[in-house]
């Protein structure tokens, strides 16, 4: 679209411009046209008293079209819109038709007032069974399609009390005659003088098509249709099926109104331009269309009601919805028939002023078969109850109801495409321009967000020049189009129209040049990741399937699969944050349910190691059933609690750190959660841990660092329960005010800070040895170690830098020295770096990482930190993409969970930092496979000191 309109600009003057909006506000006016002739009113085709035929399209179509409508229905067209009445509101001249007692009306004149307006219209290709299907269902959408997209407020300079252009176009190219519109009992073949045609050949639908609807079809079709009794008759010996035949056949009742010379005669086996003549000039809100003889196109249905939008944000969110609609009636059988009565009642509806929030819309309650409410498209929301399975089961609803849902009755339009997205895993920058779409037209169905229409009255309604006479004075429309203008080029903000979703960031994955699809391919490992040692946790999920979508495109169905040849980590559409599968989040929930009653083998807690490579597969872009083998295949044999039930509360829970209460603790955090949120929980109990941060080589700030990639508080809260019972602390005083770190490190005695390590080594057997203990034993027992340490300067203001800094040394120190130990200062830095946002006691943060650093790294003997040399990281970005997706896939080949981890976080680091010495980490030590160092402990010799 931007494309589009970048095009349509290069053909204009420096001092004009396209207006994205449905027509001039006061079109119809000699004001709103310029350079055009207006002596020569009325024309000679339109005989319009406002709009001159200077106006139309001069190809000979156009003016022939104007004129034959014209003199079919034997006088010019007759429009009334209805006016907006305000307090000073003088009458204008009424149509020469009006009645005494007909509503005070806007008069307008001419087909251009109608085919002269701008609309957003979108055709889908399909076969012809499901462009049937499509057809029907969509037209139940198209009123309130109509009534979201609201955009025309006034015509000739007057508001209007409707806000849509649909009627408007209906009546300025009706071509009926009296006889046909039922303006005489002469020759009308309905009773009681009814009009034969009960509508303009510019209107909704008549009648749904589909071979295959669930009931009755008179029930659906309920009213009368008109058709042509040959032509069906003769379709229906052609073995065109009988709803088919009526439809076409009643597409014969209305004349051709232009035809071509030297096309009267032509062969109908060979081209499809009579019919395609007659069809193109029967617009309703839904049309199908034919294949072409030659097979090059196929069966395509054309959605037509919507409005155009002031942006192309709002024109592209609105195109997405309606194709993620048609995805979704297509894979799931979505089933939205009701009779076509309802669909004329809805569309009247649409018209009404400020619709959106004051009309309510017939809608069916269950749109979904009985067999697929427990499908994942309705994971975790509000289905109907059974009774309403019964077919024409419909309700009136607002629109904020449809799009959004009603709480025990309905789901809600926009949470369906939402899990429908959940269900492809779509994720990365692709989702969250989605969700900024999804996100305009849920608050615009709420009514927090104003509709154009809505907009552009309140616009004019505020102007100065605006006498509350319903007037849209030559200033008013001025500013409006000059404002319209401002917000179509993102220069300005209207909160009221967008909320912060438009004008878009400059970082915006929008606005970038190439957006690659990146879903990648579904993976399965050779083998578990780790031997199962029992059965009893394994769970049996079966997803639910839809028949039309196999296990072969199970991530990428409905959507074109991205080239295998072009990574999903290319550089300029790199995804940072994956939104979480409704797969995964089932995982996580039964996570919780399982941990709180077990304990695991050999410290591999699934609150920990199992819990943070689940999500870090995730990240990488493993697919639902890779995550299901994996978490399966981790599952260890449980060993049931030994000790007995406790109380935890906010007076004693201290008492509680570094035992192994988690449950007890847990649910202790968790009813604090529901009185504090994300960001006060983490403000009050992280400076009451973070000198307990060390235990097992900052894994508890690791495991904070990931639960911050779930949406709830529920991560947050397992990842602080596991940090107390980790508990370890590094100094002294653990209630002391942490957060508040000198300038001075010397000011920190270290020998407190390390006081507690053997202790822990005590207590602790199994550590007994490990590099960690040797490494921070080494550092508490060499006073120039500590005279080093002092001399890092730290404080609020500094400590991102800071930590940005040593973490450069970490990736280096992995490179140069890989081993478990130096892993970990890698992604204890970038857990830090995660968190560092979200807590108050940054500096005291940083500090206890620096100090963990220095201490693995004297224990690695101070190697040589030597970047790699420019050729080694000199890449361009398509090596980069290339390189990415490699590392990427043989860590999905891993069953090592410290390389998965290790992975995500040198990507998230590499997307922070742009420096490709961390995909450098990452292929020297995954994809390369080089071997980890396991050096022999001993104390730092005054080479090390030197050398550090």
Request: hydrophobic share 35%.
């Amino acid at each position: 679209m931007k494309a589009r309109r970048k095009s349509v600009q290069t053909f204009l003057r420096p001092n004009e411009f396209m207006a994205s909006i449905v027509c001039h506000p006061r079109i119809g006016q000699p004001d709103s046209l310029l350079e055009f002739d207006i002596s020569h009113i009325p024309g000679k085709s339109t005989m319009s008293n406002f709009l001159p035929d200077s106006i139309i399209n001069p190809h000979p179509r156009f003016p022939t079209l104007t004129a034959n409508i014209r003199k079919r229905r034997g006088e010019k067209v007759d429009i009334k819109v209805p006016l907006f009445i305000d307090t000073n509101t003088q009458i204008p001249p009424q149509s020469p038709s009006a009645q005494p007692g007909d509503p005070p009306h806007i008069y307008l004149d001419a087909m251009g007032f109608g085919m002269g307006t701008a609309c957003l219209q979108m055709t889908f290709q399909s076969n012809m069974t499901e462009a049937r299907l499509l057809y029907d269902q969509l037209a139940v959408l198209t009123p309130l399609m109509l009534a979201l997209t609201a955009a025309t407020p006034s015509y000739r300079g007057y508001l209007a009390e409707t806000d849509v252009r649909w009627n408007q176009i209906s009546n300025a190219v009706d071509d009926r005659t009296p006889k046909e519109y039922g303006k005489t009992d002469q020759e009308s073949n309905g009773k009681n003088g009814e009009p034969r045609l009960k509508k303009s050949r510019y209107s909704s639908i008549d009648r749904f098509i589909s071979e295959t609807l669930p009931c009755d079809e008179n029930y659906l079709n309920d009213i009368e249709v008109q058709y042509n009794p040959e032509i069906y008759d003769l379709l229906i010996e052609s073995g065109v099926d009988p709803m088919l035949s009526k439809h076409v056949s009643s597409l014969f009742v209305r004349d051709p109104l232009v035809m071509y010379d030297g096309q009267l005669e032509l062969d109908d086996t060979k081209s499809i331009d009579h019919f395609e003549n007659l069809n193109s000039t029967n617009w309703r809100s839904m049309r199908l269309k034919l294949p072409t003889p030659d097979g090059n196109i196929g069966w395509r249905v054309e959605f037509r009601t919507m409005e155009v939008q002031i942006t192309d944000f709002e024109n592209a969110a609105f195109v997405i919805f309606i194709v993620l609609i048609t995805r979704i009636i297509q894979s799931f059988h979505l089933d939205l028939y009701m009779p076509i009565s309802m669909v004329d009642e809805n569309m009247e509806k649409a018209h009404k002023r400020n619709a959106v929030v004051n009309e309510l819309f017939h809608f069916r309650r269950h749109f979904i078969h009985h067999d697929a409410c427990s499908s994942v498209l309705l994971e975790g929301l509000h289905c109907c109850n059974a009774d309403s399975h019964d077919f024409g089961c419909t309700s009136l609803y607002n629109l904020n109801e449809i799009f959004n849902g009603k709480e025990g009755d309905f789901p809600g339009l926009v949470p369906l495409v939402n899990n429908y997205l959940d269900f492809l895993e779509m994720h990365g920058e692709a989702r969250s321009i989605l969700n900024g779409y999804l996100e305009l037209i849920s608050k615009r169905a709420a009514g927090t967000l104003l509709t154009p229409a809505t907009w552009i009255r309140k616009f004019v309604q505020s102007h100065p020049t605006y006498k509350n006479d319903s007037i849209v004075t030559p200033e008013a429309a001025g500013d409006l189009l000059s404002t319209i203008r401002s917000i179509a080029d993102g220069q300005i903000s209207v909160p009221e129209l967008y909320g912060n979703l438009w004008p878009r960031p400059a970082h915006s994955p929008a606005n970038r040049r190439i957006l690659i699809p990146d879903l990648p391919p579904d993976f399965h490992p050779p083998r578990f990741p780790i031997k199962a040692k029992g059965t009893e946790l394994v769970s049996h999920r079966v997803p639910y399937i839809p028949k039309s979508i196999s296990s072969d495109n199970l991530i990428n169905v409905g959507m074109n699969r991205p080239d295998r040849t072009q990574s999903f980590m290319e550089p300029m559409a790199l995804s940072f944050e994956r939104p979480l599968s409704i797969e995964l989040k089932t995982i996580l929930k039964e996570l919780r349910d399982v941990h709180p009653q077990y304990k695991y083998y050999n410290g591999l807690t699934i609150c920990n190691h199992t819990y943070m490579t689940l999500l870090a597969l995730h990240q990488l872009g493993a697919g639902r059933k890779y995550i299901s083998y994996w978490y399966d295949g981790s599952l260890q044999e449980p060993i049931r609690k030994q000790h007995d039930i406790i109380e935890i509360n906010n007076d004693n829970w201290t008492e509680y750190l570094s035992k192994p209460y988690f449950a007890e603790i847990q649910e202790y955090l968790n009813n604090e959660s529901k009185q504090k949120d994300r960001v006060r929980l983490l403000e009050y109990y992280v400076p009451r841990l973070i000198s307990g941060v060390h235990r097992g080589m900052f894994h508890p700030i690791i495991r904070l660092a990931f639960s911050t990639i779930e949406e709830g508080d529920e991560g947050i809260v397992d990842a602080l329960a596991y940090w107390i019972i980790r508990y370890e602390p590094m100094y002294d005083g653990a209630e002391k005010d942490t957060y508040k770190v000198p300038q001075h490190s010397d000011a920190w005695s270290l020998d407190d800070i390390f006081v507690s390590v053997k202790k822990f080594s005590i207590k602790n057997p199994s550590y007994e040895g490990s590099d960690w203990i040797y490494a921070t034993n080494n550092m508490v027992t060499n006073p120039e170690l500590r005279e080093i340490a002092s001399h890092l300067l730290i404080n609020e203001d500094n400590a991102i830098e800071v930590l940005e800094s040593i973490l450069h040394r970490a990736i280096l120190f992995f490179i140069t020295s890989p081993s478990m130990i130096s892993l970990h200062s890698v992604t204890g830095g970038h857990a830090v770096l995660r968190v560092l946002p979200l807590i108050p006691c940054k500096a005291a943060a940083v500090w206890f990482y620096f100090v963990f650093f220095l201490s693995i790294f004297t224990y690695a003997e101070a190697p040589q930190l030597e970047p790699p040399t420019k050729d080694e990281t000199h890449y361009d970005e398509n090596q980069i993409a290339e390189r990415w997706e490699k590392v990427r896939q043989n860590a999905l080949s891993s069953t090592h969970v410290h390389i998965i981890k290790m992975v995500w976080t040198c990507y998230q680091l590499y997307v922070r930092s742009r420096d490709v010495i961390y995909l450098k980490a990452c292929e020297w030590q995954v994809t390369n496979g080089r071997a980890w160092q396991h050096s022999a402990s001993r104390p730092p010799s005054p080479e090390i000191i030197h050398k550090i």
